[in-house]
């Protein structure tokens, strides 16, 4: 069964929706993820997904999959098309993030990422480190075979973080670091997309998204045991994005923009209070 409700707080609306799963079918369980990624990711992050445990997740929609035709055939065509490159999706892509994750967008107008506006970040945890060296090495290797343009790999210190940078020449100029990894400790492998990115995430932020104003507003909306949520700062999204060609391409009317303009910031969460219900 599903229910949903929508309210108004002092800070904005507020839509919840709750799901109650059969009792036979397999349960979904998570943990509460501890906040550690706001504290890795910079004040003027873009966007920030974090969650924990990707390695049971996974497992778990195997088994809920398991229970139809449709869902055994999509496991294994993942399966497969992943065995094709030489890779074991279950234990070297899954497996490894046992830990808590974070995905996040932060702006830059450097380098390759300067008409983008912005470029990604991944930050890991893992408790098997040689596997996840491993993936990444076998990714690179994939990307050098596949690529139509020659692929480099180089490696250099970050801050105080041992990076592995995959490089490209675009437009026959000085190749470009399109994807940079490391170490931020033991257990926390970062990965970034474009080279100005590696440095700002192999760095401790100064002031961590953690302390941004409308993070803390939109968090405090939020249960406070949270399996994982979605935050976005629509009001510096939109500072990177042109309006009038927004509207010029009709992607959005007038008054849709102006209601755009008139958030500040979206928060999404998921939690579980028992093993049938999800909120």
């Known amino acids: ?7 108004v707080t002092d800070i904005g609306l ?8 059969d009792a036979d079918r397999p349960q979904i369980s998570f943990d509460s993820v501890s906040g550690r990624m706001a504290q890795r990711f910079p004040d003027d992050t873009l966007m920030l997904v974090e969650g924990r445990n990707l390695d049971r997740a996974w497992t778990q929609f195997v ?49 390759i990422l300067a008409s983008l506006g912005f470029g990604a970040a991944v930050v890991v945890e893992t408790s098997d480190r040689k596997t996840a ?3 990444m090495d076998k990714f690179g290797s994939i990307l050098q075979q596949n690529l139509p343009l020659p692929l480099t790999f180089d490696s250099r210190q970050a801050n105080t973080v ?62 406070e045991n949270k399996e994982g949520y979605f935050y976005l700062n629509l009001v510096q ?8 060609t927004l509207q010029a391409n009709e992607v959005v009317t007038p008054d849709s923009l102006a209601l755009l ?3 500040r910031g979206i928060g999404m969460t998921a939690s579980s209070p028992n093993e049938t219900t999800a909120v």
């Open 237 to 244: 999204m939109l500072e990177l994005v042109d309006p009038r």
């Open 261 to 263: 303009n008139s958030i």
């Open 162 to 223: 041992s990076v592995t940078e995959w490089k490209l020449p675009f437009f026959g100029v000085k190749p470009e670091t399109i994807v940079g990894y490391g170490w931020l400790d033991d257990r926390s492998l970062a990965i970034a997309l474009g080279g100005p990115i590696v440095d700002v995430i192999t760095e401790p932020p100064e002031t961590p998204l953690a302390k941004n104003e409308t993070f803390v507003e939109i968090q405090q909306q939020l249960p």
């Open 133 to 135: 060296e491993g993936t």
């Open 1 to 7: 069964s599903v229910v949903m409700g929508v309210g």
């Open 14 to 21: 507020q839509g919840r929706m709750m799901v109650r799963f």
């Open 63 to 111: 088994e809920t999959a398991s229970t139809t035709t449709e869902g055994k055939t999509l496991v294994s065509t993942v399966r497969e098309a992943a065995s094709n490159v030489d890779l074991d999706i279950d234990r070297e892509v899954f497996g490894v993030v046992d830990g808590e994750f974070g995905v996040g967008l932060i702006p830059s107008d450097k380098g």
